[in-house]
Every structure is written in C-alpha cells, then in structure tokens.
C-alpha cells in the first residue's frame, strides 16, 4: 500500500482555504487560526488485525488507548483537548458488553482529560473492528509548538522513556510475563498521553520544534529533521534506559538501543530548545518537575547539515544501525 | 447490533465540558460556542459492503459521495462548511489508480464548496475499504438551525424531491438501466449537498427546525418531532414526486409514496417553519429561487400531539403504512 504516496497526492491536491490555516496537513494536528485560542485537530484510527490485537489488548485498555494516541498529537502542539468525535465499524459477533467496556476505557480517558465526546457515526464492519479519532483542541493563538522550529545548535529533549512500549508488544508476542515486564506491558496497552508536559512547555516560550514518538525515536527525529532543514546527532549514552529494561530486551534477543530508537507507540514528546536557552530551561524543569509528572533528558543536538543523522557514544565514536542491531564504529 | 442503545449509551455517560457546547450529541452536527461564529462539526463513516457496493458506485464517485454526504450535515444546520480530516483504511489490492480516483472526487466536491482537507490517517484495513470523514464548519454565533424547535402549527417543508436515491439504489439492484433512470442512479451515487440553501434558509431568521433526509422523510421528520416534542400530519398529495419517478417505481413494483416516505439517503433539507410566517417565507423563496437553487414545497403541519405522525391525502382521509406500501382508509 503506498500509503505515504497517496498522502502527498492528496496533500497537494488540496490546498483550499489556506488563509484560515496556520498549519494544514504535515503535523500532528492541524491549526486553524481563531479569535484568541487557535484551534488543534487530529484525526487517528485504529483497525483490528492492523494497529490491534484483542488477545493482547483487552476492550478496556483498547477504548483508553484509542484517545490517548490521539491526545498524545494535541500534547504535542503544546495544546489543551477539548472534544471528540468517534466513527466507530462494529464487526458481527462482537458482545455489547464488550463494546461498553470499550467506551468506559475512552470515558475514563475522557474524564481525565476533560474532554468531550460530542458526535460519531456507529455502524456495521464487514470484517474487525475499527475506530477513528478526530480530536478538538486549542492553544493560544500562535503558539502551537510545530515540527519545522529546530534550528542548528538546538538541545534535543525527551519526556520520559523511550522503547519500552515496543518492548511491551515483544513481551506479548513472545507471551512473557511476571512483574518485571508488566511496566513493558503496560507502556504498550495504555500509554499515557502527556498533555500536561505538552501544555508547560508551549507556556516556556522556550520550544523550538516538537513531535510526539509514534513511529520511533530516530524516525520522528527525523520528521522534525526533514521538516526544519537540519541534522541531528543522538548521545546514544544520554538515553533514558532502565537496567530492568535492557536485561529483558536481551533476553528477547533484542538490542536495547535499537529499540530505544525505533521502538514505535511510545507517545513521548521529542522536542528542541536553543542552545543558549538550555541551561534556563533544565532550571525551570527542575523547579516545575512534580507538576509536569514525567522526566525530561537531553539526548543530543540539531546540527546545520540537513542530511546528517548521527548516533554517537560518550567518546564521539559514531554508532551505525545494521541489521541485527547498533555497533559502535570504535 | 444494538447501536441506538450504544449511542444512547455513550451519549449519556460523557457530558463533560458542556459549557462550552451550544449543542453536544443528537444533531446534525455539534455546535461549539465560540467568539462571533460558533463551530459545527460531524463525523460520517462508510464502509464497503454495508453503505456502499464498489460495483454500484465507481470510485470517483464514491470520493464525491463521501464529502457530499458530511457536508449534508453542515448544510442541515444553516452552516457553512472549512475544513475536513479522513480516515482511510485501504484493504490490500486495491488499485492505487482507484484511490487516485476516489481522492480526486473528493477533491472536486471540497473545491466546489471551499473545503480544505487538513489532516487524517491512512492504513490498511483487512478487509473492505472504510472511510471516516470529519467536517468542521462554522455559522453566525446562536444561529444554528438545531432539530428541536418546532411548535405545534408550523408548517413543514422539503427542498427538492425525496425518494429519488433509494429509487436508483433499487435500479442498481435489479440493474434497471436507461435515460429515464439516469437522474435517480444520480441521486444515489452523488448526492447534492443543500449548502446553499441551508445557508439561506439560516440568514432568513425564519426556520424553527431543521435536518437531512439520510434516513428517510417520514423517519427523520420523527426525529424533528422527537426532539421538538410535537407531531405532524404530511399532505400526500403536496409530496414532490414526478410521472417519471411514479411509473419506474411501479415497474419495479414499489409503491411510490412509500419509496417518497421511506426511502433513505436523500439529503435533502426538511424543515419547519411558523405558520404566520409561511406566507413571507414563500415570497422570499420566490425571489430568491434561482440563488438557491432548489424547489422547496410545503409538505404538512406540525401538530401538538407528541405521538401523532399522520399522513393524510387531499381529502383529509388518513394514508396508513402497512409492509406492502401505503393505503387510502377511505
């Protein structure tokens, strides 16, 4: 399916109304100019046998997650969610039990949130299950946080920890359990959208560029990379990863790094910061950490060449990616 | 599948955020409060197999269709419609050519209502190809023409002519084709979204009541009257309905008036208005006929009695439904 094909046609193709847009298709929402809050939209689906598994992922969990990787692209602009709409195909066969459990996982979310549900469609699926999104936020008037602000000499941030979803859905795959990994487990099964870490750090006025990480670290670096015509180079030592989290990945037979960087589903947001700015901005983080609920690591820098995409050790030794995993080019 | 329940369900467990809303769940479309015009927005689905059949409608076609069908709903609120996100999921086979064809009909409906695409989701269903769409629209603050307004006395009207689409659909079915039948097969496949008329029907200040016919005139015209809590009688004989819709419908053996009541998938308006104010109404829409570019004709009254729904012909006699068709009690 050329699916990343089809989305450029269609980008291209349509392009009206563009004076009402601060940013159309591209980002992880949309931003539609307005009075005093601009407003933020997004639209995610989710299919069975696709994004999906129900013997993973229970219908409880499945109703939370399916807002919260939505919630998780307004955190990413710096915004606040307000409401959502919901199309939802229900295969024959499926018990309304279930289903009702499903919205009381999206209700909860919703609840959390303070976010509305306020229409959708409700239909029959030909074959599994299959939920889409569109959310409704705000955030001040020109200060939804885009992907295309990084600029060369930017410290590149993470909220969190990255990969431990991916490892979470090899936890299932592989059926390994036990408290150890339920951390894993639940990192895939419920992320945790960080709309409260998105919103301080629009109101810093210190943010350069954002993303959330969806796809994988290295790939939503690079999103941000192609989109503000930079590079980047990672402090592969600098990254968050827990002691418990590389035993069971290589027990898995899984390089820990690589699956830091391209582990996808973590919904952690990525984010740049001037350089000159930094030291400032570790300061206010330190101040404002219990509010903001997670931690926030410096994991490299955007350099000026927009075709360098860099992984280096505490010595500057390059790290190259092949097949079977990270090697250290010493 | 119990979707009304589920809907009834969900509606009633998440009312968050109400503030803020004019109108939540049970219209059209949302109605979002907002500075000097509030925010109407809906969200449709289709699905193969269940809302439509690829070998009835040609993917171009079903691209046109797709919008046109969302863009109903604005209409149906006196909106006007911006902006719009899809959820595409593409089963695998399909004909990149195909999908070009579906994003260019959309594309053409969008440009011809000044509709910009600004975001969604494209992935791979595992079995039919869905669509989700979301319309975002606007229209002058407090001016949303909701279901809920109509008194007893106030006349009903419909713009265009119903029964048209489900007369083409039976066409597909028993795969009754020629010139005379090309309007309904029209019909069916590329619906004409009543923005225009919806618009003007908004700035007269005159309409009590409003929605789209997607599910049929007598069964949406009971949602007016559900939600107005009021009755109504329809005039038979005031019913739009040509010769030539008349005789292919017998030929097919269905009963004319019941394809007229019954039929779904019109999108066309209905809507009521102040029995002291029909006569300046229809003034108006003389004079301003051509603007808005449809017939609109007086169908019957709203009456009192909550759980009355009368269809009457010229004489007054009542017309009752039976399974096969509609029947003068003379």
């Given at each position: 399916m050329?699916?990343?094909?089809l989305i450029?046609y ?6 009206q109304?563009?004076?009402l847009l601060?940013?159309g298709?591209?980002d992880?929402c949309a ?5 005093v809050d601009d407003?933020?939209?997004t ?9 999906f ?12 997650k399916?807002?919260?990787?939505n919630?998780?692209?307004i955190?990413?602009?710096?915004g606040e969610?307000l409401?959502y709409?919901?199309?939802l195909?229900i295969p024959n066969g499926?018990?309304?039990e279930?289903?009702k459990k499903m919205?009381?996982g ?8 303070n976010v509305?549900m306020?229409?959708g469609?409700t239909?029959n699926?030909?074959?599994g299950?299959a939920?889409s999104?569109?959310l409704i ?7 939804a946080i885009l ?8 410290a590149i941030?993470?909220t969190?920890?990255?990969g ?6 090899n936890?299932?795959q ?9 951390r894993f487990l639940?990192r895939?099964n419920?992320p945790e ?9 629009m109101?810093?006025n210190i943010?350069t ?14 999103h941000i990379?192609e ?7 990672i402090?592969?030592d600098?990254l968050?990863l ?10 898995l037979?899984?390089d820990?790094?690589?699956l830091?960087l391209?582990?996808g589903?973590d919904?952690e947001l990525l984010?740049?910061?001037r350089?000159?700015d930094a030291?400032r901005?570790e300061?206010?983080?330190?101040k404002?950490?219990d509010?903001?609920?997670c931690?926030?690591t410096?994991i490299?820098?955007?350099?000026s060449?927009k ?12 790290i190259t990616f092949?097949k079977t995993?990270?090697?250290h080019?010493?």
């Amino acid at each position: 399916m050329k699916e990343f094909e089809l989305i450029k046609y269609l980008t291209n193709e349509n392009s009206q109304n563009c004076d009402l847009l601060r940013m159309g298709i591209g980002d992880d929402c949309a931003v539609i100019k307005n009075k005093v809050d601009d407003w933020l939209v997004t639209t995610d689906a989710l299919f069975e046998g696709v994004h999906f598994d129900l013997s993973y992922t229970p219908f409880y969990l499945l109703g939370r997650k399916s807002l919260s990787v939505n919630l998780s692209d307004i955190a990413a602009m710096g915004g606040e969610p307000l409401f959502y709409t919901i199309a939802l195909g229900i295969p024959n066969g499926v018990n309304p039990e279930n289903l009702k459990k499903m919205y009381d996982g999206m209700n909860d979310v919703a609840s959390l949130y303070n976010v509305a549900m306020i229409g959708g469609d409700t239909c029959n699926s030909q074959s599994g299950l299959a939920l889409s999104i569109t959310l409704i936020g705000k955030v001040p008037a020109k200060k939804a946080i885009l992907r295309k602000g990084a600029l060369s000499g930017d410290a590149i941030y993470i909220t969190g920890t990255a990969g431990e979803a991916a490892l979470g859905f090899n936890c299932f795959q592989k059926k390994r359990t036990g408290s150890d990994v339920e951390r894993f487990l639940k990192r895939f099964n419920d992320p945790e959208p960080r709309i409260k870490a998105g919103k301080w750090l629009m109101s810093q006025n210190i943010v350069t560029s954002m993303i959330d990480i969806s796809d994988g670290l290295s790939q939503d670096l690079s999103h941000i990379a192609e989109d503000s015509k930079v590079g980047f180079k990672i402090y592969a030592d600098n990254l968050p990863l827990s002691q418990n989290f590389c035993s069971v990945a290589r027990e898995l037979d899984i390089d820990p790094l690589k699956l830091v960087l391209t582990g996808g589903e973590d919904y952690e947001l990525l984010f740049t910061v001037r350089k000159n700015d930094a030291d400032r901005f570790e300061a206010l983080f330190k101040k404002n950490k219990d509010d903001i609920g997670c931690l926030i690591t410096k994991i490299g820098e955007i350099t000026s060449d927009k075709d360098e995409r860099l992984i280096v050790d505490k010595k500057g030794n390059l790290i190259t990616f092949d097949k079977t995993g990270f090697e250290h080019n010493i």
